[in-house]
């Protein structure tokens, strides 16, 4: 009985630790080869390990927690190998698809999870903070999936339609907000937006593109929500990231035929499908209102409205 993934070669960024990792070694379970990229940084992403002055940076073949996960797919019987490059910039981005290519001779799958945080309450978020993280985590996303597509339409325009997808990165911090993480909300707002237009925009290609918003146990959430994300002494682990993993390996396999442009909350054992933004109660008055008119309405029509969900960390 063949595996959901056989076949197939999978990029997976980020995928050093937590959910990347797992989404790496599920794929590889199921019969996929993956490339496991990770620039090996810390949770702020600083170097984890400070490079001596004048020595150069690490390259696409390096970074040793890619690294490590590529050997520990290795050691199961699996195929893997690592990829060391900064996917917010253009070359590593175009590095990380050549890389599938020249090792695999193909590339089916693109999981976005490379991302790191910089938490401040927003008075005292600098501009450097901002830019980092909008930089890892929707840069990031976008130069991945532009070179990735651009691989994917090359191959569709000369009759080899691909059966390729894309899983994006979101977040509830992204759908709801959350408090002390205006930077990283904006970014993973970003991506659900990016989803949507990448899965219009690619699907005459045979690209599917979707997100998942996971709750699971990594280096950006056992600090910030400890209590919630701490794993029980007994009984099933709703917060280990291993549970996030089979909804990606699903997407990212041809079984997910037809599912594009979705958002889906995932946790423990839970799927939610997100509705987005849709029209809720409407008032049209047929002419330009005055500013108290305009307040009227706007208090009418709230009082029909679903309230708005919590801010995460209220």
């Known amino acids: 009985m063949s595996a959901l993934c056989d076949g197939r070669v999978v990029v997976v960024t980020g995928a050093g630790r937590g959910l990347g990792r797992a989404h790496a070694l599920a794929f590889a379970a199921q019969g996929a080869r993956v490339v496991v990229n990770d620039l090996d940084v810390a949770l702020d992403g600083t170097p984890d390990t400070p490079r001596p002055t004048g020595a150069p940076a690490p390259g696409p073949r390096s970074g040793g927690a890619a690294a490590a996960v ?48 910089r ?24 130069l991945t999936l532009r070179h990735a597509a651009a691989h994917w339409r090359a191959e569709a ?14 977040s509830g911090a992204g759908l709801l907000g959350s408090l002390g993480q205006a930077n990283y909300s904006a970014a993973k707002a970003g991506i659900v937006a990016l989803t949507l237009v990448a899965a219009a925009e690619l699907a005459r290609y045979g690209v599917h593109v979707n997100a998942i918003a996971p709750a699971a146990r990594t280096r950006m959430t056992r600090h910030t929500f400890a209590e919630t994300m701490a ?31 979705r958002v889906f909350e995932t946790e423990g054992g839970r799927i939610t499908v997100m509705d987005g933004w849709r029209p809720g109660p409407t008032a049209d008055h047929g002419t330009r209102r005055t500013p108290a008119e305009a307040g009227e309405a706007v208090r009418r029509l709230l009082a029909d409205a679903t309230p708005p969900g919590p801010v995460y960390g209220t």
């Open 70 to 117: 590529a050997a520990e797919i290795r050691a199961a019987g699996g195929d893997a190998i690592a990829h060391g490059g900064d996917i917010a910039t253009t070359d590593g981005a175009a590095s990380l698809v050549t890389t599938a290519l020249h090792a695999y001779g193909r590339l089916d799958t693109l999981v976005n999870n490379a991302g790191f945080l």
């Open 119 to 142: 938490d401040r309450m927003l008075v005292n978020l600098d501009e450097d903070d901002w830019d980092a993280v909008l930089r890892v985590h929707l840069k990031g996303h976008f």
């Open 157 to 170: 325009k000369a009759g080899r339609m691909p059966a390729a997808r894309v899983v994006n990165t979101s």
């Open 231 to 261: 794993a029980p002494a007994t009984g099933f682990d709703a917060m280990a990231p291993e549970n996030v993993s089979p909804l990606v390996v699903w997407l990212g396999s041809t079984a997910s035929q037809g599912v594009t442009g």
